[in-house]
């Protein structure tokens, strides 16, 4: 049966416009295709990177959106882990070559001739823009479909999709567990969620954020140790305390300062991403056998893991619910660093 795919959205004309409302047509469901009808997607500060064209590859217009939840409304012939009715989410990626070593592994975000993006991307020939999540529907090849637990709030669960991830995955491939002393830089969209994360795994964490306005959520969240970065007897006190750091910081920063604070065999793991390089002095390397890594989300049996551990202990991300007319004071107010900690759209009042 042919279905209607006329979508509302949101989108940017131009790199620094105002979103406004747009109308996109999404392909009719393929064989192997889910169509979701979406509830709620999160706001990431991705978005508003890509917005305004800050990191030189935007392409308009822009349907942002990322952080999906919603509930199948038809499956194709083919599609067999989906039902109508369900509760699904999309994350960062809906496609991927599918055939390359990180794809046969299970991590298609490493995909070695690119993962296609939710957003701001091209389907897979070449041609087809892809829009996110700040629309009504969308339809995605089952294998790029996750399924959320049904106790989670739809919500609350949307960032999981990438704010969950993005932290789940190192401080799983690093082995955070218990015994281990864990710091989360960043007490933000990232850093909230790493701190539950990291608590709900059985670790120790300790909170650098770079002021103390922020302690009793932090503490609220799981950690037993909080910090301000802007003291500089915080990196004396903690030198050689740590076996893992996950750092949510997006701007230029003393990298150096923050390998101090590792122990010996421990590691830093970058998921923020600074536009510039950081210089790193090989001594605070060397001297202790440190290591300096980065991380990128998850693949889909990833972030699936995730989202079963995330139903398991009741983690959501701590959110902000706001109207689809509201999305370009809420990127105003994400400058600012006015949100505890995640934007979420009710894509319900895109559709009124």
Known sequence: MKVALKTKAYAAAKANQPLGPFELVRREPGPNDVLIDIKYCGVCHSDLHQVKDEWGNSIFPMVPGHEIAGVVVTTGDKVTKFKPGQHVGVGCLVDSCRDCASCNDGFEQYCEKGFVGTYNGFERDGKTPTYGGYSTQVVVDERFVLSIPE??????????????????????????????????????????????????????????SQSLKKEADGRKLGASEYYATADEETFKKLANSFDLIINTISAQFDVNKYLGLLKRDGTMVLV?????????????????RRAFAGSLIGGLPETQEMLD???????????????????????????????????????GSLKQ
Request: glycine share 12%; with cysteine.
């Open 272 to 288: 923020g991403a600074p536009p510039e390089a950081l210089p790193v002095q090989a001594f605070n390397l060397i001297f202790k």
């Open 151 to 208: 106790n989670l709030p739809l919500d609350g669960a949307a960032p999981l999709l990438c704010a969950g991830i993005t932290t789940y995955s190192p401080l799983r491939h690093w082995n955070c567990g218990p015994g281990k002393n864990v710091a989360i830089v960043g007490m933000g969209g990232l850093g909230h969620m790493g701190i539950k994360l990291a608590h709900a795994m059985g670790a120790k964490v300790t909170v650098l």
């Open 309 to 347: 551990f995330c139903g398991k202990h009741n983690i959501t991300s701590e959110i902000e619910v706001i109207p689809i007319d509201k999305i370009n004071e809420a990127y105003d107010r994400m400058l600012k660093g006015d949100v505890r900690y995640r934007f979420v759209i009710d894509i």
